[in-house]
């Protein structure tokens, strides 16, 4: 949107240019300015409000706009035509319509000026404008292009990065728990059944060995047993699956995204021991940043996540332009499954210019 207010600037600067040999037709009073100031004022208010606009019905409309209240400007007594420097905004703000809208929009509001100018100051006059500024509008559409396919393409590579960084966090949990598990049923498998051998053989030992040897073979045996309560413990404390900590890896997923403004409302720490339970959180929290950025046209995204005694419970709301209805695709579906899976619940609020939310809890005690 800088460029474009750039634009605006040097079309300021073109219309004070003076250009001979034509002159403003005299005399002009305080009216024939009015005239000419007001449909300028309309320009500059309609060019501001279709800066805020999401492309869509509504913004193309605020365009119609800008061509009539410049054609407007053009017909005016105290205009020369270089008021015609305002289409390159116009031209600007078409970079994301289709190459045929966009050059036929250029194409008609170029006409337009033309058959006004040649009406007042003639063809010669009419001709020089127009292939004057019609390049400009064309560059201007152009460069807005490639604007805008580097800004989608920056937001792809975010929402790439984003899925990335959440996917190596969950594959990085899943792997030392499974290689946790490994350890586990080794040292079971295998030490476990060598001291529990020992133990019988220490107990028959025990049985038939001669009275002065007793007293050794039960400090045998009651170390053999103390060893084997050890081993069990260590089974049983390696097959607990390390808890994961949606908290870090949340603002992992988050650093990188451009737009919107993600604001992260979590305690510095939010684990939970269930690698399942931690995956649909973080699965279900990439959705919700995708979708934000596919289709809210909001600038700002808030995520609180909280840690309950019974569960998860994660609340995402955004300022985006909403909907009259919710429609689920497959996003919002999916993550409906995932968190009715785990016997949790999801909830969606929305309101046409009231922004998105999401509201899911999934159960299971945070470690």
């Known amino acids: 949107m800088f460029l474009a207010w750039s634009l605006l600037i040097a079309a300021l600067v073109v219309m004070t240019i003076p250009f001979p040999p034509e002159t403003r037709p005299g005399p002009l009073d305080a009216s024939d300015w009015m005239l000419w100031f007001t449909p300028y004022t309309a320009f500059l208010l309609v060019f501001w409000r279709a800066s805020r606009l999401p492309r869509g019905t509504a913004r193309r409309a605020a365009l119609v706009g800008e061509t009539a209240a410049v054609l407007a400007i053009v017909t005016t007594r105290p205009a020369l035509g270089l008021e015609g420097a305002l289409f390159v905004l116009v031209a600007f703000q078409l970079g994301g319509e289709p190459r045929g809208v966009a050059l036929a929009w250029i194409a008609g509001q170029s006409a337009a000026m033309f058959a006004i100018l040649a009406s007042r100051f003639g063809l010669d006059h009419a001709l020089s404008l127009a292939a004057a500024y019609l390049p400009f ?124 403004a993600i604001h992260l409302d979590c305690p510095v720490a939010v684990s939970i021991g269930d690698p399942e339970t931690a995956h649909v959180v973080l699965r279900c929290a990439q959705e919700i940043v995708t979708n934000s950025i596919k289709h809210s046209g909001g600038g700002h995204l808030r995520i609180a996540l909280r840690s309950l005694a019974t569960g998860v419970e994660m609340i995402a709301s955004d300022d985006g332009h909403g909907a009259c209805d919710v429609r689920e695709g497959n996003g919002l579906r999916g993550m409906r499954e995932r968190v009715a899976a785990l016997g949790g619940s999801m909830t969606v609020e929305t309101a046409e210019r009231s922004g998105f939310c999401v509201r899911l809890f999934v159960p299971g005690a945070a470690a």
């Open 137 to 260: 509008q064309i560059l201007a559409w152009f460069t807005a292009g490639v604007v805008t396919r580097e800004s989608a393409a920056r937001d792809q590579l975010a929402r790439v990065n984003a899925e990335l960084l959440a996917t190596r966090e969950l594959l990085a949990a899943n792997s030392r728990a499974a290689e946790r598990l490994r350890i586990s049923r080794e040292l079971h498998d295998v030490f476990g059944h060598r001291l529990a051998a020992l133990t019988l053989n220490l107990e028959a030992a025990a049985r038939v060995a001669p009275d002065e040897r007793a007293r050794f073979v039960d400090h045998a045996h009651a170390a053999a047993k103390c060893l084997l309560g050890e081993v069990r413990e260590v089974v049983s404390h390696l097959r607990r699956a390390e808890p994961v900590d949606v908290g870090d890896a949340l603002r992992l997923m988050i650093r990188h995204v451009p737009c919107p």
